[in-house]
């Protein structure tokens, strides 16, 4: 759904009348819209936060599982290997980057290869049954960056690779084009209980009144259980930390597994949809749902962990360091179906890393379950599956970017150099719905921003295009929403006022500590920049 180029949108009104509210925007919940969708209902999609997967979606290995390794009969095993087979025809109808390239699970020791036999075993319990043992030689002759020390690997040929962002934002921009309302900024602070039946949900902005609750809430979906009077889990923060490595670095075709532990997948080493390699993740367990600093040492573990399967790895190779936050609980499987003595209250919850993999499987779960618990599905005859991203200017040919630079001289324009962005694509991400209206938002649909530089160049560039089509001022634009600023001013703003006479009347050549030095040091501080987290 586009909108007109002078049209935007901004905070949508608070509906205040739904059949289905949906509480969560992440992978997970915007699947979800997009299925319920499919039907004639009135659904409503919140979020507290400003865009669309801001939370555990936005930071993972962007894998698409095969559910070679789950806990055989388990619903998360039953889901990853049921959506995997979903994919292709889902990225098509999406629009979505998806490539099946295939993992190598390596085994760098004895005790490791002997375990091979095992996931194997495990892979095909679940249902999994292309996996292969390949030796030493075979495994070096596919990638011979690996470990020379190697001694084989299990190779899972459907192992793909997908974009989250992507994924996730297609999702709603389909789920909102078939009639889904999208309220972002609403916290939901209390779900609306009476004589054991759900009567709604108030927000921060307002009463919604409903009959079915979806709690697709990730980190916070023990909270929002609570609210329902629900306590039966809980959630715990396992943070995961990651490098990115150039473009001109491919060191990988495929994506190189470790044996897994009992915690974790282990760090890996794979290449992105785009062109980049990415290794980790660690797998700490915090407190802080919100902790989503780097440190020294969970990237020096990153690095360990990636060097014993790709040795020629080195930190110089790296662009960036991120981490992400994903939602283990302390319940052994997925949450997914109705509660006990809370009738209209649905869970689509403790989801951990699989997520982004079984979301679509997950959505038609959740749409069986509405449908045992009595609510009628009659399909939609308008409803439409298809989605248009916005168009890759960089993935064109040159005859192809003549063509729309001649249709648009806007695509003429590039403003993010790494990623060969131009105005054209920055000014389609703010008209789309939803649209973005942060500098993330910018960067998670068009990848400005995403390159070498980190944004260094096309930061300002990105900036004033947003600012014109939004029809704000610069100042009032934010990384990722409220308490992310971009700017504390514009630059030499206090050159209109004039600084106090004794001041500059004592002042020598500048220099440190001097009353000039201090009064430039002050207008500097005040007037410039103020790049918190760009980057």
């Avoid at 490539?99 to 679940?126: F, I, P, Y």
């Avoid at 990237?299 to 790296?318: C, D, T």
């Avoid at 009738?343 to 403790?350: L, Q, R």
């Amino acid at each position: 759904m586009s909108l007109g180029r002078n049209e935007v949108v901004d905070l949508q009104p608070l509906v205040k009348e739904a059949d289905v509210v949906i509480v969560g925007a992440g992978v997970v919940g915007c699947a979800i819209a997009r299925e319920l969708s499919r039907y004639d209902l009135e659904v409503v999609l919140v979020d507290r936060e400003s865009d669309v997967g801001s939370g555990a979606s936005k930071a993972n290995s962007a894998i698409v599982h095969t559910g070679f390794d789950a806990h055989p009969g388990t619903l998360e095993s039953q889901l990853v290997v049921k959506a995997n087979w979903l994919f292709d025809d889902l990225a098509r109808e999406l629009d979505v980057p998806f490539k099946r390239v295939g993992a190598l699970l390596v085994a760098v020791t004895e005790e490791e290869k002997e375990k091979l036999d095992q996931l194997k075993a495990t892979g095909e319990a679940n249902g999994v049954h292309d996996l292969k043992i390949i030796g030493r030689d075979e495994l070096l002759a596919w990638e011979p960056a690996v470990n020379p020390s190697a001694l084989g690997a299990l190779w899972i040929p459907r192992e793909s690779l997908t974009c989250p962002f992507t994924l996730t934002i297609a999702y709603a921009e389909n789920a909102i084009a078939n009639g889904v309302k999208l309220l972002l900024e609403t916290e939901v602070e209390e779900i609306m209980v009476a004589r054991g039946e759900v009567r709604g949900v108030r927000t921060n902005r307002g009463t919604i009144n409903c009959r079915w609750v979806i709690n697709a809430g990730g980190l916070y979906s023990d909270r929002l259980a609570q609210q329902a009077g629900l306590a039966d889990f809980r959630v715990t923060p396992r943070k995961g930390e990651f490098w990115v490595l150039d473009k001109a670095v491919r060191l990988v075709e495929h994506i190189i597994l470790p044996v897994p532990t009992p915690i974790s997948k282990g760090i890996l080493v794979t290449p992105t949809i785009d062109g980049n390699t990415l290794m980790g993740p660690t797998a700490d367990n915090i407190e802080d749902k919100e902790e989503r600093a780097v440190t020294a040492a969970g990237l020096a573990k990153v690095l360990e962990g990636a060097r014993k399967l790709v040795p020629g790895i080195h930190p110089s190779q790296a662009i960036a360091q991120f981490a992400g936050v994903r939602a283990a609980g302390n319940a052994p499987d997925y949450l997914v179906g109705p509660v006990a003595n809370l009738k209209g209250f649905i869970n689509a919850c403790n989801i951990r890393s699989t997520g982004v993999t079984s979301s679509p499987a997950v959505a038609q779960l959740v749409a069986e379950v509405l449908a045992e618990q009595g609510v009628s599905l009659q399909p939609k005859p308008s409803f439409n599956p298809y989605r248009q991203g916005i168009q890759r200017f960089a993935e064109l040919s040159w005859s192809e970017r003549a063509a729309l630079i001649n249709k648009d001289p806007a695509y003429g324009r590039v403003v993010c150099r790494c990623e060969t962005v131009t105005e054209a694509e920055v000014v389609a991400a703010l008209h789309r719905n939803p649209p973005a209206r942060t500098l993330d938002g910018i960067k998670r649909r068009t990848r400005a921003g995403m390159g070498r530089c980190q944004g260094g160049f096309c930061t300002p560039r990105v900036v004033q295009i947003m600012a014109r089509e939004m029809g704000v001022a610069p100042t009032s634009l934010t990384k990722k929403g409220s308490g992310s600023e971009l700017f504390v001013g514009a630059s030499k703003c206090l050159l209109t006022e004039q600084p106090k006479k004794e001041t500059i009347g004592k002042a020598t050549p500048a220099s440190a500590g001097s009353p000039l030095s201090d009064y430039h040091s002050a207008h500097y501080r005040q007037g410039t920049l103020a790049s918190k987290e760009v980057g």
